[in-house]
């Protein structure tokens, strides 16, 4: 059984930087592309950016490019998310999750193609 387990979520000023980290135990997911979501208070779960397998792709969404960058490192079965110039609009829970699917970059955007999900860690941007 996998697990996620999401940390650095906190309350930052608009403008300030945070880094949130996915670690994973159970298995190895260096075979697998990981995502970053996001659910803010009364809206659906949103795609913010996912990263491939080896880290060699990534995707972010338009709302935070520019200022919000995937990485990971597999010795570490760690996945990373650095955000910038954060703004109050981008307060909500941030969730990791690990795609279904080994070696694939299918619809990587799409909720239903992870099958692992973390507990999420809460992100309060005030102005």
């Known amino acids: 059984q996998v697990q996620l387990v999401e940390s650095g979520g906190g309350l930052v000023q608009a403008g300030g930087s945070l880094r949130l980290s996915c670690a994973a135990s159970?298995?190895?997911?260096?075979?697998?592309?990981m995502g970053w979501f996001r659910q803010a208070r009364g809206k659906e779960r949103e795609f913010v950016a996912a990263?491939?397998?080896?880290?060699?792709?990534?995707s972010t969404a338009d709302s935070v490019k520019g200022r919000f960058t995937v990485s990971r490192d597999n010795a570490k079965n760690t996945v990373y998310l650095q955000m910038n110039s954060l703004k109050t609009e981008d307060t909500a829970v941030y969730y990791c999750?690990?795609?279904?699917?080994?070696?694939?970059?299918?619809?990587?955007?799409?909720?239903?193609?992870?099958?692992?999900w973390g507990q999420g860690t809460q992100v309060t941007v005030s102005s």
């Open positions: 999750a690990a795609h279904r699917q080994a070696y694939s970059l299918g619809r990587i955007r799409a909720l239903s193609e992870y099958a692992y």
């Open positions: 159970g298995r190895t997911l260096s075979s697998y592309a």
């Open positions: 990263i491939s397998w080896n880290g060699g792709f990534a």
